[in-house]
């Protein structure tokens, strides 16, 4: 009862490694498959990583670029900069409503960079700047030199030094961009 003839032998030795064998080779197919996972998650991984820094980055940028533009409007900078005495009242104002809305129109793309909070401060002293150099041009006589421009503007910013935004701009960008560092 008890015996294999060597045919029957053969045939189950040939099955039971053939079983082994696809046993062997599935359990290899999936150890691969899992590392191939395990590496495509851990690449994705770095991916966003390194998005996540690049965006930090970018954001950082523009965050440096509008302090710099907020260095650049501030009014006694940029009356410093552009003060001609050649120039009458009305044409250094419009030197330096030029020179405003330029500086701001080059800077305008780093909005999507920053908080909104961050770029209304720096649209709000944009236009306070304006208003401020539209004013007080209005108030001078038609004949009133551009020194005399300039110097009513830094009487009335020394006077009232709440009337200047750019140094609350500025220091509101800095704190936004140190948040952005830790």
């Known amino acids: 009862m008890g015996s294999l003839s060597v045919n029957e032998l053969i045939w189950q030795l040939i099955i039971a490694f053939t079983l082994g064998g696809t046993l062997a080779f599935l359990f ?36 440096e670029r509008l302090i710099l533009l907020v260095d650049r409007i501030a009014l006694p900078n940029i009356i410093n900069r552009l003060n001609d005495p050649n120039f009458s009242a009305r044409d250094l104002q419009a030197v330096l409503i030029q020179q405003i809305k330029g500086e701001f129109e080059y800077n305008v793309t780093q909005q999507m960079y920053v908080s909104q909070d961050a770029w209304e401060a720096v649209r709000n002293l944009k236009d306070q700047n304006l208003l401020i150099v539209n004013q007080i041009t209005s108030f001078l006589p038609p004949d009133s030199s551009g020194q005399d421009l300039s110097r009513a503007i830094l009487e009335m910013l020394v006077q009232n030094p709440k009337a200047s935004l750019h140094t609350i701009v500025a220091d509101a960008l800095s704190y936004e961009a140190r948040k952005l560092m830790a």
């Open 28 to 63: 290899w197919k999936q150890r691969k498959e899992t590392k191939l996972a395990m590496e495509d998650r851990k690449k994705a991984e770095n991916q966003e990583t390194n998005q996540v820094a690049t965006s930090k980055q970018m954001q950082l940028q523009a965050y």
